[in-house]
């Protein structure tokens, strides 16, 4: 299998929403970005998928030494083979794609959060820097980029945490900070037993409203005129956000089924989005 149709399987099958967010973008863009998608799938699995911490150590030491192969030899796997030439062109860091299996080893000795400020930081160093890499395939990254791509990363996963309750409860998981949970006379025991009560959908419902703030913080943050050239970023985003809404209509009913959108439908709201976007950005094009 080519490296690409590899990543593609991986972090961009047909149907996904990562699918439609990264349609219509310039080939070396969507090489680049597709290949660090499935770079962060591949890790941010493993402690999903080793039920012993020392395998899943093992793994994770298997990648830094993918990495140390992929800025000074040859690397091995199809996704850092799919990386080389945006390494090469973008210039990508070296030092962030430790920090990413860094972020997912220490992980690995999971402990409920205390303040909503430590999953900030969690966000941070786990989305928030594979966002960073993405950052860098932009030639206008800056400083409001990168607290956009911040901003998407806490939206992006305030909403995971609420889809994905269920199976993080199977994994003796609670992202929720204990914070959070205090204010709706919550336990962190109580999250394990996987069992819905109106204290349960009254967080969910105040963790969906902070995601709805994150987005829209962050696209104030980047500005209307550069949604365009973000559009993966602020097309993913908005089917995430679409998937929150059918999350609520069904009263964050998450733990007895996955909820989602159908491909067709995403196929609809990524043209209808993607074609605002362009329209939007043309008064804000330079003159040739």
């Not at 400020?117 to 030639?139: K, S």
């Not at 939206?155 to 998981?173: A, D, G, S, V």
Request: a positive charge.
């Amino acid at each position: 299998m080519k490296p690409l149709t590899y990543c593609r399987k991986e972090a961009a099958p047909i149907g996904s929403s990562r699918y439609y967010s990264l349609h219509g973008l310039m080939p070396d863009e969507y090489r680049a970005l597709l290949a660090i998608y499935a770079f962060a799938h591949a890790i941010s699995k493993i402690p999903f998928a080793c039920s012993e911490t020392h395998i899943a150590r093992g793994k994770l030491q298997w990648w830094h030494n993918e990495i140390h192969k992929l800025y000074n030899s040859v690397p091995a796997h199809p996704i850092g083979q799919a990386l080389v030439p945006s390494v090469q062109r973008y210039g990508l860091s070296y030092a962030l794609f430790n920090e990413y299996i860094d972020a997912i080893e220490t992980s690995l000795q999971f402990e409920v959060m205390a303040s909503f400020n430590d999953f900030e930081h969690y966000c941070h160093r786990t989305t928030g820097v594979i966002d960073h890499l993405v950052a860098q395939t932009h030639t206008d990254s800056d400083n409001k980029s990168l607290e956009f791509c911040h901003q998407m990363a806490l939206c992006t996963e305030l909403i995971n945490c609420i889809r994905f309750l269920y199976k993080h409860t199977q994994h003796n998981r609670v992202y929720f900070p204990q914070a959070d949970l205090k204010q709706f006379d919550l336990t962190p025991q109580q999250i394990l037993a996987a069992k819905m009560t109106p204290q349960l959908r009254e967080l969910l419902r105040f963790e969906a409203a902070k995601a709805r703030d994150y987005h829209a913080q962050a696209l104030r943050t980047l500005g209307k005129e550069r949604h365009y050239a973000y559009r993966s970023y602020v097309i993913y985003s908005a089917l995430q956000l679409r998937l929150l809404d059918e999350i609520e209509r069904d009263n964050f009913d998450v733990l007895s089924h996955l909820t989602g959108i159908p491909p067709v439908r995403k196929l609809w709201l990524s043209w209808r989005l993607r074609k605002q976007l362009l329209a939007d950005s043309k008064p804000y094009l330079k003159p040739e």
